[in-house]
């Protein structure tokens, strides 16, 4: 069994830099893709960024390219979001998974689910 545990979130004002990680253990992931989604109250959950563990390739929802990066650290079995520019909007809890299938905007695909870690970006 796969278990993630997220954590740095906080409260920032808008336009600060904030770095979440998403430490995994249970298994070997070199066959996963890892992935963030974040989900605010009254939304559903959407997409924010996937990184296959290997190749390290990486994608990005529009509404965060430019500003958030996906990372990882194999010798921590960590992956890292790093948000910069954060906007209100981006006010959400934010949740790390993991697949062993092909990279995926939809939650639903995830087989392993962290708790979540809220950030709260105030004007």
């Known amino acids: 069994q796969v278990q993630l545990v997220e954590s740095g979130g906080g409260l920032v004002q808008a336009g600060d830099s904030l770095r979440l990680s998403c430490a995994a253990s249970g298994r070997t992931f070199s066959s996963y893709v890892m992935g963030w989604f974040r989900q605010a109250p009254g939304k559903e959950r959407e997409f924010v960024s996937t990184i296959r563990w290997s190749s390290g390739s990486a994608y990005y929802a529009d509404s965060v390219k430019g500003r958030f990066t996906i990372s990882r650290d194999n010798a921590k079995n960590t992956v890292y979001l790093q948000m910069n520019s954060l906007k209100p909007e981006d006010t959400a809890v934010y949740y790390c998974?993991?697949?062993?299938?092909?990279?995926?905007?939809?939650?639903?695909?995830?087989?392993?689910w962290g708790q979540g870690t809220q950030v709260t970006v105030s004007s």
């Open positions: 998974a993991a697949r062993t299938g092909a990279s995926s905007e939809f939650a639903a695909h995830y087989d392993y």
